[in-house]
């Protein structure tokens, strides 16, 4: 029997079509999702934007979707506030001219008097108070450019190159105490000796002795409720004489301790004025 020759294999030549027709649906499926991706649902958007501004604002919202053709507000709703109240008419404030005293202030009890009329007040409570005392010559009471100054002879209140207050100068001295614990104005104490030299182990000049009587005088008013922001010590030692020194009765009246209630005008002229006229003239 003859053999027969096997019949080669018929070769397709054209299955690259296949390959290629995959290529071509891979590709189509490539852009059809692309496309997808690209085309956002704008409506489902607007809701999830609207979503997260109300959870970060504290606005209610609402789940219903937003057509892809309505706006988005994020306005608030206006809230209607109270009308405010009207200020009333405050009244028109008086004329008053420089140096006329006001209705209110006439029928006001709290209104401070004028500062010359406290001066005057002052003045005369003073010597009201210490009237025994003028007419002994040991206290003398005047007006100068400072204010109300009051004298009084150190031999009353002091023992001699002594600082400590006598009995009767702190009896003095409190009712005084007394009257200017209700003056508002500054009090300065002054003290002043004669030109006699002084040099103990306590004091080394008269500078210091004056000084030291001064700030004797302060403390006791402190202790009687005088306030202390109000009050000045000063010593000026024996350099502002009222009397000559070559007589007896000149020494008795330079040995002085001066209380100036300072007129509220002259705050600024405080101590540039010791020398006060009108010295106390020491009887006996």
Not at 130 to 136: E, V
Request: glycine residues 6%; charged residues 15%; aromatic residues 6%.
């Amino acid at each position: 029997m003859a053999r027969r020759k096997k019949e080669e294999e018929w070769e397709n030549h054209e299955r690259w079509l296949v390959s290629y027709a995959d290529f071509i649906t891979l590709l189509f499926a490539f852009f059809v999702v692309m496309y997808a991706i690209s085309s956002v649902n704008e409506g489902k958007y607007r809701v999830l934007s609207k979503t997260l501004v109300s959870a970060f604002s504290g606005q209610p919202w609402s789940p219903v979707p937003i057509r892809s053709d309505a706006g988005l507000s994020l306005s608030q709703t206006p809230v209607e506030l109270p009308a405010l109240p009207k200020i009333a008419d405050m009244a028109p404030v008086p004329h008053v001219q420089k140096g006329q005293v006001s209705p209110q202030a006439r029928n006001d009890p709290q209104t401070p008097p004028h500062p010359a009329t406290a001066m005057r007040q002052i003045e005369k409570q003073m010597e009201t108070l210490l009237k025994p005392l003028i007419a002994q010559g040991s206290v003398a009471i005047h007006r100068s450019n400072l204010g109300v100054v009051i004298d009084l002879n150190a031999k009353i209140l002091f023992h001699s190159a002594q600082t400590r207050l006598s009995p009767n100068a702190t009896a003095t001295l409190g009712a005084i105490a007394q009257v200017l614990r209700q003056v508002p104005y500054q009090v300065q104490v002054n003290g002043f000796t004669n030109d006699l030299p002084i040099r103990t182990a306590q004091f080394a000049s008269n500078w210091a002795l004056s000084a030291a009587r001064a700030v004797s005088v302060v403390e006791l008013f402190i202790q009687h409720g005088v306030n202390p922001q109000n009050l000045v010590a000063a010593g000026y030692g024996k350099y502002h004489p009222v009397a000559p020194n070559d007589t007896a009765k000149g020494l008795i009246m330079n040995r002085r301790v001066s209380i100036v209630v300072v007129a509220p005008q002259n705050p600024s002229k405080a101590g540039t004025d010791p020398i006060m006229a009108g010295a106390i003239d020491q009887r006996g």
